[in-house]
């Protein structure tokens, strides 16, 4: 049932180091349990100063016979202000999107009927209270509405989720700290060669200098003079 597969679904997203397979695992069992079409990921991406919300389709798992829609252009940097704009207001507030795609407004339509979507569930994911983006679940066979148990099954499933995101992006950015630090030390070593060479020439022209003057200073003729 849906607890158990919940429970599965956190249990591979703590345990898998994967990212990827993690995600790719939970969808497969979670479209076997709720009995969806076809499951994916959107990542949110705000402009400041435009203040304009944008949306992107990273991951999908699809039921057979049902169509992948993870190559669809339209799908990709998607505003909300065009396409859902009620999606944004409602997510951002935590809500949920829940419903039959038909009597959804105009402009939502216009984006989820061309992808066969006849009934589709919407769960925001946050990362510590910022919202991230959001996991869907389509229904492209029937008008099932998910109960509200489903729905709170499926917010769990979306917070493990988050959770495995949120980890994933702390491992990048250790990642990135270390391949920063690695070339900062090797720019540190280039610096000081660099320098080495960039020294060793005038004290080798000095020392030669030195000794120059020294042979002159022992010159008998030159002890005559002082």
Not at 14 to 37: K, V
Not at 45 to 54: I, M, P, R, S, V
Not at 124 to 142: H, K
Request: glycine share 6%; hydrophobic share 40%.
């Amino acid at each position: 049932g849906y607890l158990q597969s919940s429970a599965k679904v956190a249990e591979i997203l703590l345990t898998e180091q994967n990212f990827i397979s993690a995600i790719n695992s939970s969808f497969s069992l979670l479209g076997t349990t709720s009995n969806a079409d076809r499951i994916y990921l959107f990542e949110n991406d705000y402009h400041e100063a435009t203040g304009e919300w944008f949306m992107t389709q990273s991951f999908e798992w699809v039921r057979g016979g049902i169509t992948k829609q993870i190559e669809n252009d339209y799908l990709q940097r998607l505003k909300y202000s065009d396409s859902n704009p009620r999606w944004r207001d409602i997510m951002l507030k935590r809500g949920i999107i829940n419903g039959i795609v038909k009597d959804f407004p105009p402009e939502e339509r216009e984006v989820l009927q061309p992808q066969g979507i006849l009934a589709i569930l919407a769960v925001p994911i946050f990362l510590q209270d910022e919202w991230w983006g959001f996991i869907g679940f389509d229904n492209c066979t029937t008008e099932k509405v998910y109960s509200k148990a489903e729905e709170s099954m499926l917010q769990s499933a979306a917070i493990a989720i988050g959770g495995a995101i949120q980890r994933e992006k702390i491992n990048r950015q250790l990642i990135e700290a270390k391949i920063k630090a690695e070339e900062m030390n090797k720019l540190k070593s280039i610096f000081l060669a660099n320098m080495s060479h960039e020294l060793r020439t005038p004290l080798i022209g000095i020392l030669g200098f030195a000794e120059i003057l020294s042979d002159e200073i022992d010159d008998p003729y030159f002890k005559k003079l002082t």
